[in-house]
């Protein structure tokens, strides 16, 4: 189902996936500078400096629990501008830090007002979008949030190179600053005063026993958080993997954003066959694939050194390809009950999901040090975990 929306659906498309390329490039612009941030911080040791990464996603987490809330009665908007204001403060604290400690605490809070723009952009779209239709729209948002992805390296290396790291946080700031005053200005308010619920001490708790009274939400949010996580390991590691392991310095923004071609196609797909053939059976079918193909990777490469780069290769795309098709159409399907109370169910969404993914990341990547093998140990603990969620759901809804 849709409602009507006062900019072209193209527009919208394209400015939702702005609000939430924010986050990816807050983390992948600054990949190719983690070796000199570390040296700028008296920091070299690169498990520590994962923590870069890891630590905007904890902020993402925590964050969301607020401002989903808060925009369930105060409105889409003022939130989004009150999250952009937070990661702007943030950033300036960040490039500002003298040691690394200094740094994570700005890394967290701009995860913290980021929050805000990505999880108002899910509650916006379920204002007006439900069902297969969201998963259709998120899906095409998807296509157009991965360019960040695969061009931000691509930018970060170059500012780098022209310049230093801390231009690499101002050149993001910029962006940031820009797609809210276009938000601001083409995107109406779609949250219904009448629909507005009053903000008290019992509004998020509320919100909370009315999210976990619905099974499907609480189970496909647990998927979520899996799949975010499997992804989260290979961010805070693909550095480590194609930079330390495979010496590819130069060209690892390069890899990283042809890497990320395959996840913005799958995705691309999704969003055409979706309403042919529904978002639980194509996520479904991509999560056994996901899983058989790390399944696949570990037993031929379990008892060798990291295999041709070709050959890895291979498998990220393959495993990316999966992502494609699992991720918007499980967040959809975990909304679909909870329309009513989009703010909130968005943000618990997207903060169990993350806070989940944290601490599968750094235990997952604490062993990525001589092979890429515990990356496909990792996706293979998160896909088939997932699978086991499906059938549990399964035996849930069955009637007795």
């Given at each position: 189902?849709?409602?009507?929306?006062?900019?072209?659906?193209?527009?919208?498309?394209?400015?939702?996936?702005?609000?939430?390329?924010?986050v990816?490039?807050?983390?992948?612009?600054?990949?190719?500078?983690?070796?000199?941030?570390?040296?700028?911080?008296?920091?070299?040791?690169l498990?520590?400096?994962?923590?870069?990464?890891?630590?905007?996603?904890?902020?993402?987490?925590?964050?969301?629990?607020?401002?989903?809330?808060?925009?369930?009665?105060?409105?889409r908007?003022?939130?989004?501008?009150?999250?952009?204001?937070?990661?702007?403060v943030?950033s300036?604290?960040?490039?500002?830090?003298?040691?690394?400690?200094l740094?994570?605490?700005?890394?967290?809070?701009?995860?913290?007002?980021?929050?805000?723009?990505?999880s108002?952009?899910?509650?916006?779209?379920?204002?007006?979008?439900?069902?297969?239709?969201?998963?259709?729209?998120?899906?095409f948002?998807?296509?157009?949030?991965?360019?960040?992805?695969?061009?931000?390296?691509?930018?970060?290396?170059?500012?780098?190179?022209?310049?230093?790291?801390?231009?690499?946080?101002?050149?993001?700031?910029?962006?940031?600053?820009?797609?809210i005053?276009?938000?601001?200005?083409?995107q109406?308010?779609?949250?219904?005063?009448?629909?507005?619920?009053?903000?008290?001490?019992?509004?998020?708790?509320?919100?909370?026993?009315?999210?976990?009274?619905?099974?499907e939400?609480?189970?496909?949010?647990?998927?979520?958080?899996?799949?975010?996580?499997?992804?989260?390991?290979?961010?805070?590691?693909?550095?480590?993997?194609?930079?330390?392991?495979?010496?590819?310095?130069?060209?690892?923004a390069?890899?990283?954003?042809?890497?990320?071609?395959?996840?913005?196609?799958?995705?691309?797909?999704?969003?055409?066959?979706?309403?042919?053939?529904?978002?639980?059976?194509?996520?479904?079918?991509a999560?056994?694939?996901?899983?058989?193909?790390?399944?696949?990777?570990?037993?031929?490469?379990?008892?060798?050194?990291?295999?041709?780069?070709?050959?890895?290769?291979?498998?990220?795309?393959?495993?990316?390809?999966?992502?494609?098709?699992?991720?918007?159409?499980?967040?959809?399907?975990?909304?679909?009950?909870?329309?009513?109370?989009?703010?909130?169910?968005?943000?618990?969404?997207?903060?169990?999901?993350?806070?989940?993914?944290?601490?599968?990341?750094?235990?997952?990547?604490?062993?990525?040090?001589?092979?890429?093998?515990?990356?496909?140990?990792?996706?293979?603990?998160?896909?088939?975990?997932?699978?086991?969620?499906?059938?549990?759901?399964?035996k849930?809804?069955?009637?007795?």
């Amino acid at each position: 189902m849709k409602a009507a929306q006062n900019i072209s659906e193209l527009e919208f498309i394209a400015l939702m996936a702005f609000l939430m390329s924010n986050v990816a490039l807050s983390i992948d612009g600054i990949l190719p500078a983690l070796t000199d941030i570390g040296q700028s911080l008296n920091h070299t040791d690169l498990t520590d400096l994962q923590a870069i990464i890891t630590m905007i996603f904890l902020g993402l987490g925590i964050g969301q629990l607020f401002f989903g809330t808060l925009s369930d009665s105060l409105g889409r908007k003022p939130v989004v501008y009150i999250g952009g204001a937070t990661f702007l403060v943030a950033s300036v604290f960040a490039v500002s830090a003298k040691s690394l400690e200094l740094m994570l605490v700005g890394r967290f809070f701009q995860g913290v007002g980021l929050s805000a723009l990505r999880s108002v952009s899910v509650s916006i779209i379920r204002d007006l979008y439900s069902g297969d239709y969201m998963a259709r729209i998120m899906s095409f948002i998807t296509v157009i949030f991965i360019l960040v992805p695969m061009l931000a390296p691509i930018s970060g290396q170059l500012i780098l190179e022209a310049s230093n790291w801390q231009t690499i946080f101002y050149f993001q700031m910029g962006f940031t600053c820009l797609t809210i005053i276009w938000f601001g200005i083409r995107q109406k308010e779609t949250l219904k005063i009448n629909d507005r619920i009053k903000l008290d001490r019992y509004l998020f708790i509320n919100g909370v026993k009315a999210f976990f009274g619905f099974k499907e939400t609480v189970i496909y949010t647990l998927i979520s958080g899996l799949m975010t996580g499997s992804f989260l390991v290979y961010l805070s590691s693909a550095k480590q993997i194609f930079q330390d392991q495979y010496g590819m310095i130069t060209e690892f923004a390069y890899i990283f954003a042809g890497l990320s071609f395959f996840l913005g196609l799958s995705t691309f797909f999704n969003g055409s066959l979706v309403l042919k053939y529904g978002g639980k059976k194509l996520a479904s079918f991509a999560l056994y694939l996901f899983s058989v193909s790390a399944l696949i990777y570990i037993i031929l490469f379990s008892y060798t050194e990291n295999p041709n780069l070709y050959v890895l290769l291979v498998f990220i795309s393959a495993q990316f390809g999966c992502i494609g098709f699992i991720a918007g159409n499980i967040r959809a399907l975990a909304m679909e009950p909870i329309g009513h109370i989009a703010g909130i169910g968005a943000s618990l969404n997207g903060a169990i999901s993350t806070v989940m993914a944290v601490p599968l990341a750094m235990l997952i990547g604490h062993f990525i040090d001589q092979t890429a093998l515990p990356l496909f140990v990792g996706f293979l603990a998160c896909g088939a975990s997932s699978i086991v969620l499906l059938f549990a759901l399964e035996k849930i809804k069955k009637p007795r």
